[in-house]
């Protein structure tokens, strides 16, 4: 059975870094794009960028680059989500997902979301 | 970027009647060489991810009732859920999928009238 676990919910400060992680399981993990997603409270996902794990080949929506740094671990089955400074409009649920066979930027499977919430 | 439009935002039906939701794109997301249409439907029901229910516009994923049924060509496409069923009740979101980054309409709700 495929998985995707995210690690648990955040509370941080701004300015505060922080790294969240997916762990992928019941497949090759090394063979299938991983993506993140953020999803605002009421609106749709929004795609933030992606990782295939087995080089660590990495793309960026236009819109969250140079904002958050997307890494893997394939020894550990692990794809991660870095903010180095985080800001009050970072508070949202983050999704990890993985791209399906059929087509690029297509999501078959995923984690069940990390809450992150930034306050002072 | 392709924007993503829904309608209605939300709509209430009587269990065992048919549900339509609308979807559209602001460019066509047909690809002529294949003639597929790249949209995918999503369901989330409250504290949980999206789960994925169909893509190419009408191709259900493995495991999802036949009530659940997509159509639509171009820019304009449907979600149809032919008798809905209690467990239904969520939010359904399209997503195209025909350039990056990939973009998913802001949502339709789903209750029981």
């Known amino acids: 059975e495929v998985q995707l676990v995210q690690s648990g919910a955040e509370v941080k400060k701004p300015g505060e870094s922080l790294k969240i992680s997916c762990k992928g399981s019941?497949?090759?993990?090394?063979?299938?794009?991983i993506a993140w997603l953020r999803q605002m409270p009421g609106k749709g996902p929004e795609w933030m960028g992606i990782i295939y794990p087995g080089d660590s080949d990495v793309r960026y929506s236009p819109s969250f680059q140079g904002q958050v740094t997307i890494s893997a671990d394939k020894s550990v089955n692990a794809a991660y989500l870095h903010w180095s400074s985080l800001k009050a409009s970072d508070t949202a649920m983050y999704y990890c997902?993985?791209?399906?066979?059929?087509?690029?930027?297509?999501?078959?499977?995923w984690g069940q979301g990390t809450l992150v919430t930034v306050s002072s | 970027d392709i924007v993503m439009t829904q309608s209605p935002d939300s709509l209430a039906v009587s269990l065992g009647e048919r549900a339509t939701i609308n979807c559209k794109s602001s460019?066509?997301?047909?690809?002529?060489?294949?003639?597929?249409?790249?949209i995918a439907w999503y369901q989330q029901k409250p504290g949980q991810p999206p789960k994925f229910l169909i893509y190419w516009a009408s191709t259900r994923e493995s495991g999802v009732p036949d009530r659940f049924s997509g159509s639509g060509s171009g820019t304009d496409f449907t979600l149809t859920i032919s008798s809905l069923q209690a467990e239904d009740v969520a939010v359904y979101y399209c997503?195209?999928?025909?350039?990056?980054?990939?973009?998913f309409g802001p949502g339709t709700k789903v209750e029981i009238k």
């Open positions: 460019q066509s997301v047909l690809y002529s060489s294949n003639n597929k249409n790249y």
């Open positions: 019941g497949y090759i993990f090394t063979t299938y794009w």
């Open positions: 997503q195209q999928y025909y350039s990056s980054p990939a973009t």
């Open positions: 997902a993985r791209e399906a066979e059929m087509s690029t930027q297509l999501f078959d499977y």
